[in-house]
């Protein structure tokens, strides 16, 4: 039995087997560290996901180098590794185009640059920060710490919104107040509001729109700034703020109104709201 175990551990061919795996464990070591240093050298020459993509070009090379060598010491020949690699390569390509499509998307993402990791963008109903632009993906994180992964290829097909690609943000505040109230007053309360937000810029000079005649109210856009990063809740902030100075002022903010008439030239018909309790009791 040891004679067996001493002939097959001096073998070539375990010894082969041997200097393969070590050359595999030495190639993760040396493409995690050639990953690591590329990220730390070029950090902050490279946008985040090109520094991503040398990163992995960088760990992969390396790997694939290892691997190669180990492969030829297997015994294996280089060339024909690389002939069954292409022809692997193309049969793959053809029995999955829709991958095809997604890297040649992720190619044309990456050049175009429409966004880059830690954008937020908008993507039909979905909203989320850019955690990476992979080759055939690029992974969402939402709002409500959400993990969403989107094919490349819906990405160039559909409407992408960078929202943070600009270093400040408008918020529209839609509004109705009644009809009996002075507009310019109104202008003068929500003017008040926005001079009294620290967050909210000078510049674009928050503005107020008069849009129309709704069906209950006079319809209004108050339009304000603030930097991108304290957008959130500095929506909320001017929301509260502006119903709260209309509460003070008196302003009032209507609910639906509707009125009855039996013709063109007829009063309203009155309506009068009945206690149920009083109804029964002269029942």
């Known amino acids: 039995m040891s004679d067996t175990l001493h002939s097959l551990i001096t073998s070539e061919t375990f010894l082969s087997i041997m200097r393969a795996v070590v050359m595999v464990g030495a190639g993760l070591l040396l493409a995690s560290l050639g990953g690591r240093l590329t990220q730390r050298l ?3 020459r490279l946008a985040p996901q090109t520094l991503q993509l040398t ?12 691997i190669a060598s180990a492969m030829r010491e297997l015994g294996f020949s280089l060339a024909v590794i690389m002939g069954a690699a292409g022809i692997l390569t193309v049969a793959i390509g053809f029995a999955s185009q829709t991958t095809a499509s997604n890297l040649i998307s992720g190619l044309f993402l990456i050049g175009e640059r429409s966004f880059e ?5 908008q993507v039909g109903e979905t909203t989320g920060e850019v955690l990476s632009i992979d080759a055939l993906s690029v992974k969402l994180r939402t709002l409500n710490n959400v993990f969403i992964r989107i094919p490349n290829e819906t990405l160039i097909k559909s409407e992408v919104i960078t929202i943070t690609r600009y270093p400040i943000r408008r918020y529209d505040l839609m509004l109705g107040v009644a009809y009996k109230e002075d507009l310019d007053h109104v202008r003068e309360v929500l003017m008040d509001v926005a ?10 000079e928050p503005i107020m729109y008069f849009l129309g005649f709704g069906e209950s109210e006079l319809q209004i856009q108050f339009s ?5 990063e304290d957008f959130l809740k500095f929506r909320s902030t001017v929301a509260t ?3 709260r100075a209309l509460d003070d002022a008196g302003i009032e903010i209507p609910f639906p109104h509707r009125s009855l008439y039996a013709g063109e030239a007829t009063r309203p018909f009155p309506v009068t709201v009945v206690d ?8």
């Open 224 to 228: 304000v700034w603030s930097r991108r």
């Open 195 to 204: 001079e009294h937000i620290p967050a909210c810029l000078d510049e674009p």
């Open 276 to 283: 149920p309790a009083e109804t029964q009791s002269s029942d």
């Open 241 to 243: 703020a502006v119903k």
């Open 55 to 66: 990163r992995r070009a960088v760990f992969y090379g390396v790997l694939a180098l290892f």
């Open 117 to 121: 990791i830690g954008d937020f963008i």
């Open 42 to 44: 070029l950090s902050k």
